[in-house]
């Protein structure tokens, strides 16, 4: 992962963690359990979110390198790959 | 939310806190960007655990409470929405 | 189904089946793939919304006449399977 | 779309079609809704393997060239928009 990439996602990382401790609050004052799963969405959109910027770097990166050294096999399948597990 | 729920809710909230730390080192450590996301993915799929344990409670606590007295338009408006933001 | 949900869900089967012709056409006129890719997109949240009038018109009907017989356990089980389910 | 990926894509649109007819007459025959929803996701489910295989024709060929043309802007950010939009 790149630097900047690395930077980004690290910030993020923090946010969902502090947006998680928000749940476990949440949870523990029995505040309404619609309330509570509809930030538990909140935090899986901003783990889509961090995926996005990782992909983003990926493929900027070891993406371009493979396919600059004629290696697409691998880096191509794997993209496929997160593709079917990023819905699952 | 009922007792036995949340005291689910909570443990799955730790483990998915421990992924979350697991995640923050192997981006730190500079790990393939690739299974750095995969655990990404997993992270997301234990909140999805959570979130079902969650409507598992809330049918059986509120939705039933509600259906009993007669009150089911915004419970079930409640649980379209609910599964309508679960798939954005 | 009740009656309102059924006619609801055809109409949009209907409309569903001309997207996916559209769809088909497309890959026969050699457009563009990411184009055909946004289409697919389209047609599943297309089937999203019907499920979620699916779910509406399920909730209304079957789900409030188990709970009115205190026969819970099926439908709620049901429910948390769907909401699994749709989210693979 | 390369030939293959066409013909694989058209044979997939088929059974796609005729997955979606079936659900038709499962709406018109009013069999039990919450198997008529099951239907449906698996219908999206075919849908999203046929998305995958887009996928995989696109990189192979579209991407590759862009990369080996030194225009990879515009098919990196389609890649992570369609990351993105797959799981809207």
Known sequence: MDAETRADVLKRLNYIDGHLQGIRKMVQEEQYCVDVMKQAFAVRRAIEKMEAKMLDG????CVADA??????????GELVELYRLANK
Chains 1, 2, 3, 4 share one sequence.
């Open 67 to 76: 396919v600059q050294h004629g290696d697409t096999e691998e880096v191509f």
């Open 58 to 61: 990926h493929l900027h990166h």
